[in-house]
């Protein structure tokens, strides 16, 4: 069985999905070309203090330079998703002080299952989730945040000059 169609009226054959198609006007869409996957990603350098629920400050310049059309930034701390869609992102810090606890905020509410806390002030606080957008939310701002109702989270600087201590990375579906 072949996977052939004819369309009298464009003249034209061609396959169409996994079924002959051999009426007048084929049923099937016509292909769509797909979008590619759209990241960006931000950071910041130093030693932060962040008071409980105040954003994480980001300080250096985005990357890619010039942004995909999914994403802006309003400095110093958040990123603006502007197309709908799913996202992941990922995030990083360098706690400083122990129990530190970042979480992400998407217009102003904090994204379940984002929360993560760095028990010790050893090591790498990592952290990521899935958020969807829906196109009633767009633009729609993100924000990595300290949770701690009362402590302040301290971010330390890394070893070396121009290290990053905070790095928050977003991946369009």
């Known amino acids: 069985m072949s996977n052939q ?3 009298d009226q464009a003249g ?4 169409c999905g996994n079924f002959p198609c051999f009426l007048p006007i084929c049923p099937c869409p016509a292909p769509v070309a797909q979008k590619r996957n759209e990241a960006a990603w931000f950071g910041a350098t130093g030693a932060q203090v962040i008071a409980p629920n105040a954003p994480v400050v980001f300080n250096t310049a985005a990357q890619p ?9 309003i400095p110093p701390s958040t990123v603006t998703i502007n197309e709908r869609g799913q996202y992941l992102v990922w995030f990083t810090a360098l706690p400083g002080n122990s129990n530190v606890t970042l979480a992400l905020f998407l217009d102003g509410v904090e994204v379940p299952g984002s929360r993560f806390v760095g028990l010790t002030s050893a090591g790498s606080l990592n952290g990521f989730a899935l958020i969807t957008v829906a196109k009633a939310d ?5 924000q990595l945040r300290n949770v ?10 890394g070893p070396l000059a121009d290290t990053l201590s905070v790095a928050l990375t977003i ?3």
């Open 171 to 173: 991946l369009k579906l």
């Open 148 to 157: 701690d109702p009362v402590n302040n989270a301290t971010i330390q600087a």
């Open 5 to 7: 169609y004819y369309n």
């Open 12 to 15: 034209v054959s061609g396959s």
């Open 65 to 73: 330079a010039v942004l995909p059309d999914a994403f802006s930034v």
């Open 138 to 142: 767009v633009p729609a701002d993100l």
